[in-house]
């Protein structure tokens, strides 16, 4: 079976129509490998484009309000 079938946005709707079994997902997860201690550490501001932080930030609005049209 797909991988992709278990992606925890997608899952519920194959098990709801019956194409994947609880018990599929559940040996799923077990399947797979412990990646702990494996990741680094990152920030929003170190994954996200400035000018998308800005804007989630309201920074974006606030510049706008200094331009003369």
Do not use: H
Request: charged fraction near 45%; hydrophobic fraction near 35%; avoid cysteine.
């Amino acid at each position: 079976m797909e991988d992709w079938k278990f992606d925890l946005r997608v899952w519920e709707r194959f098990v709801q129509r019956g194409e994947i079994m609880e018990k599929d997902y559940q040996n799923f997860l077990r399947q797979l490998p412990d990646l702990e201690g494996k990741s680094e550490e990152s920030t929003l501001e170190e994954l996200l484009p400035k000018g998308l932080i800005n804007k989630l930030a309201g920074k974006a609005e606030e510049a706008d309000e200094g331009k003369e049209e």
